[in-house]
């Protein structure tokens, strides 16, 4: 037999955690047919791998490329890091299942995952995969249904619960996401319609992701004062319905938070310890990113964007909003502007500056950008220490919570370095420098464990019959370029990128499109 490829002389890190070994690597039809020795094997190309790790593919469990994958196939900053597949649709804020008539409201509460030059022309899971697949992407996109959009279009827009009714609609749409494709259900507590909902409404929708052994990924209600309790409500939702349940980016924000990380980590191990299905992921950064309506307060956005300028052209309404934001977790001078539309020249500045440079208080300056558009921030306020109790918990493993872009559009604003160097940064600060994790462990954590948890069983280690989905790096070199107000910059070390045995990156340079 001819293969269609091999790798000769690398490390081979299988994905399972096993200790490397020398070994090569072959490949037919897209997927991996022998590991061990072919020096002798016949292939149609033939990769040196000498002194670098062979792994697999990275699999991204916490994504938001739903609509950037169709703006920009290539996926250059993710296939760049090593990212073979993401997990979209997380934190509630998937793009399907949705309602004609909802889907306005819906895109103006998606915030970084909007992209207006993306027109919508699905509204099941089913029409939107099968539109991804017609653009013929590097990236391979898995997708998590999302309850935003699912709640806005039964529910509405509104801070109410549901009827019977609608609470069945709801787990119908649930259920039909599940059967066209979706590998499970993602809520965003944070994120109006969804905050509006009680354990009770989800707690029904997550019997339907277990009746179908699928996984429901969970951005807590509240990552500063109130974690604790929002972990607790996340685990009381898993165990009454016994689905696998998925905790995103485990952290705290605000410094005056900090160190409350490791009693949320005891809750979630005496929670697995009773029998929960549980684990939790995290970015390798001491930032995250959302957008500026995240401080406004849950009432404030009854009615979703509309509701809040509504409110915020009422003069009482409006002070009641600055006075309620007045005094956030992270501090002011810790958040940076990212895209706010039509103001570019935002992007990087803090808010205490735009603050100081216009003589109002902060959240009078928040609120006035509020007025006009909802711009993307990048907020600061985490503990190093934090992060690393998460990172090298047994129950953790890595997502990027960013976005396959386009490094060359520099004129949407302002990214978080995580869509360009999460996967290298990991490797680089953790691995290489620090030796917090083994390149083993690091590796784990990064393709089976998360592929594990989103039913992805043909991906995520190396081993004849899974997809030939491959990563090539130079455990020595893999570095980071990335940062917050240079964010474009392409990793380095990555000499290699497969995805169903064709290449797709050498050296950083992206093939534009998949095959046809």
Same mark, same amino acid.
């Given at each position: 037999?001819?293969?269609?490829?091999?790798?000769?002389?690398?490390?081979?890190?299988?994905?399972?955690?096993?200790?490397?070994?020398?070994?090569?690597?072959?490949?037919?039809?897209?997927?991996?047919?022998?590991?061990?020795?072919?020096?002798?094997?016949?292939?149609?190309?033939?990769?040196?791998?000498?002194?670098?790790?062979?792994?697999?593919?990275?699999?991204?469990?916490?994504?938001?490329?739903?609509?950037?994958?169709?703006?920009?196939?290539?996926? $250059?900053?993710?296939?760049?890091?090593?990212?073979?597949?993401?997990?979209?649709?997380?934190?509630?804020?998937?793009?399907? !299942?949705?309602?004609?008539?909802?889907?306005?409201?819906?895109?103006?509460?998606?915030?970084?995952?909007?992209?207006?030059?993306?027109?919508?022309?699905?509204?099941?899971?089913?029409?939107?995969?099968?539109?991804?697949?017609?653009? /013929?992407?590097?990236?391979?996109?898995?997708?998590?249904?999302?309850?935003?959009?699912?709640?806005?279009?039964? +529910?509405?827009?509104?801070?109410?619960?549901?009827?019977?009714?609608?609470?069945?609609?709801?787990?119908?749409?649930?259920?039909?996401?599940?059967?066209?494709?979706?590998?499970?259900?993602?809520?965003?507590?944070?994120?109006?319609?969804?905050?509006?909902?009680?354990? =009770?409404?989800? $707690?029904?929708?997550?019997?339907?992701?277990?009746?179908?052994?699928?996984?429901?990924?969970?951005?807590?209600?509240?990552?500063?004062?109130?974690?604790?309790?929002?972990?607790?409500?996340?685990?009381?939702?898993?165990?009454?319905?016994?689905?696998?349940?998925?905790?995103?980016?485990?952290?705290?924000?605000?410094?005056?938070?900090?160190?409350? +990380?490791?009693?949320?980590?005891?809750?979630?191990?005496?929670?697995?310890?009773?029998?929960?299905?549980?684990?939790?992921?995290?970015?390798?950064?001491?930032?995250?990113?959302?957008? @500026?309506?995240?401080?406004?307060?849950?009432?404030?956005?009854?009615?979703?964007?509309?509701?809040?300028?509504?409110? @915020?052209?009422? !003069?009482?309404?409006?002070?009641?909003?600055?006075?309620?934001?007045?005094?956030?977790?992270?501090?002011?001078? =810790?958040?940076?502007?990212?895209?706010?539309?039509? /103001?570019?020249?935002?992007?990087?500045?803090?808010?205490?500056?735009?603050?100081?440079?216009?003589?109002?208080?902060?959240?009078?300056?928040?609120?006035?950008?509020?007025?006009?558009?909802?711009?993307?921030?990048?907020?600061?306020?985490?503990?190093?220490?934090?992060?690393?109790?998460?990172?090298?918990?047994?129950?953790?493993?890595?997502?990027?919570?960013?976005?396959?872009?386009?490094?060359?559009?520099?004129?949407?604003?302002?990214?978080?370095?995580?869509?360009?160097?999460?996967?290298?940064?990991?490797?680089?600060?953790?691995?290489?420098?620090?030796?917090?994790?083994?390149?083993?462990?690091?590796?784990?954590?990064?393709?089976?464990?998360?592929?594990?948890?989103?039913?992805?069983?043909?991906?995520?280690?190396?081993?004849?019959?899974?997809?030939?989905?491959?990563?090539?790096?130079?455990?020595?070199?893999?570095?980071?370029?990335?940062?917050?107000?240079?964010?474009?910059?392409?990793?380095?070390?990555?000499?290699? +990128?497969?995805?169903?045995?064709? $290449?797709?990156?050498?050296?950083?340079?992206?093939?534009?499109?998949?095959?046809?």
């Amino acid at each position: 037999m001819i293969l269609d490829g091999v790798v000769v002389g690398g490390s081979v890190v299988d994905g399972t955690g096993a200790v490397r070994r020398r070994a090569d690597l072959g490949w037919r039809d897209g997927r991996i047919v022998a590991v061990g020795d072919l020096g002798g094997a016949a292939a149609e190309e033939r990769i040196d791998a000498d002194g670098l790790v062979v792994a697999p593919g990275f699999v991204d469990l916490h994504g938001h490329s739903d609509l950037s994958i169709l703006d920009h196939p290539a996926g $250059t900053s993710k296939i760049r890091q090593g990212v073979t597949t993401e997990v979209a649709g997380n934190c509630g804020l998937a793009v399907a !299942p949705v309602a004609a008539d909802a889907v306005a409201g819906v895109r103006g509460l998606l915030g970084i995952v909007e992209l207006p030059e993306v027109p919508w022309s699905w509204s099941s899971v089913g029409d939107y995969l099968a539109l991804v697949e017609r653009s /013929r992407p590097n990236l391979r996109i898995a997708l998590l249904a999302g309850h935003l959009a699912i709640r806005a279009s039964v +529910v509405g827009l509104d801070q109410r619960p549901p009827d019977s009714d609608e609470l069945a609609a709801m787990g119908g749409l649930v259920q039909q996401a599940l059967d066209e494709g979706a590998v499970g259900l993602s809520l965003g507590l944070m994120y109006p319609p969804s905050a509006y909902a009680s354990v =009770e409404e989800l $707690t029904a929708l997550a019997e339907v992701v277990a009746r179908n052994n699928a996984v429901l990924t969970v951005h807590l209600r509240d990552y500063g004062a109130g974690l604790l309790d929002a972990v607790r409500e996340a685990l009381t939702v898993a165990e009454r319905s016994g689905c696998r349940l998925q905790i995103s980016h485990l952290t705290v924000a605000g410094r005056r938070n900090w160190g409350s +990380v490791p009693a949320a980590l005891a809750e979630i191990d005496a929670a697995a310890e009773a029998g929960v299905d549980v684990a939790v992921d995290c970015y390798p950064y001491l930032a995250g990113s959302t957008n @500026l309506s995240q401080l406004a307060p849950r009432w404030a956005m009854d009615g979703g964007q509309d509701g809040l300028h509504a409110r @915020l052209a009422e !003069p009482e309404l409006r002070t009641k909003i600055i006075g309620q934001m007045s005094d956030p977790a992270v501090g002011w001078d =810790e958040i940076l502007l990212g895209l706010m539309p039509g /103001r570019p020249e935002l992007a990087g500045r803090t808010v205490a500056d735009l603050a100081a440079e216009t003589g109002q208080p902060p959240a009078a300056a928040a609120v006035e950008l509020l007025a006009v558009a909802d711009p993307s921030i990048i907020a600061f306020g985490r503990s190093e220490a934090d992060l690393r109790a998460v990172m090298t918990h047994r129950l953790s493993m890595i997502g990027s919570d960013g976005l396959a872009v386009d490094p060359e559009r520099r004129d949407r604003g302002l990214p978080h370095p995580r869509y360009f160097g999460a996967y290298p940064g990991l490797f680089q600060r953790y691995v290489r420098e620090e030796s917090l994790l083994s390149v083993e462990d690091a590796v784990r954590r990064c393709t089976s464990a998360p592929a594990l948890r989103a039913g992805l069983a043909d991906r995520g280690r190396l081993e004849p019959g899974l997809l030939a989905d491959l990563v090539i790096f130079d455990p020595a070199t893999i570095t980071e370029r990335s940062t917050y107000l240079d964010p474009w910059a392409a990793p380095e070390g990555i000499a290699r +990128v497969v995805v169903g045995g064709r $290449t797709v990156a050498v050296e950083g340079a992206v093939e534009p499109v998949g095959p046809s």
